[in-house]
Each structure stands twice: as structure tokens, then as C-alpha cells.
């Protein structure tokens, strides 16, 4: 009796991504920034994601007369 075969893995995709610092000194902050864009393959990440709906979001804070309590 053999050892079984080993699962054949997916082929692994990587996100390119680079580090953007701010500030200087003590308050120098990074963050990651993710490239969505770039070509892999003749595709890209973001033409393959479907579209979803368009939130708007500025409503919200723009209300008058709105009650406290519904934020809370």
C-alpha cells in the first residue's frame, strides 16, 4: 500500500502592494498600500470584481434636523 498522491495546490495569486510613510520622528506613520491595478497575466484584480452599489455615504452627515439617538 503507497502513500497517497499529494492534493494539488491552486496556483497562489500575490497582490502587489508598497509602504507609504508619513510624518517624520516619533509621529512617522506607514501604511500599506494595495495595487489593484497592476497586470498579471493580461488581467487585472480590478477588472474581475464585480461592481457593487454606490454608497452615499455624504448623506448622512449632511441631515438636518436628524435625531441623536438614531446614531446611536
Known amino acids: 500500500m503507497g502513500r497517497p498522491a499529494p492534493a494539488a495546490s491552486p496556483p497562489r495569486r500575490y497582490l502587489p502592494h508598497h509602504a ?5 520622528g516619533d509621529e512617522r506613520k506607514c501604511r500599506v498600500v ?3 491595478a497592476a497586470l498579471y ?3 487585472k484584480l480590478n ?4 461592481a457593487g452599489p ?5 448623506k448622512r452627515s449632511s441631515c438636518q434636523g ?3 439617538e438614531l446614531y446611536i
Open 20 to 24: 507609504v510613510y508619513q510624518g517624520s
Open 34 to 36: 494595495f495595487d489593484a
Open 41 to 43: 497575466d493580461g488581467t
Open 47 to 50: 477588472s474581475q470584481l464585480e
Open 54 to 58: 454606490i454608497k452615499d455615504l455624504g
Open 66 to 68: 436628524a435625531d441623536p
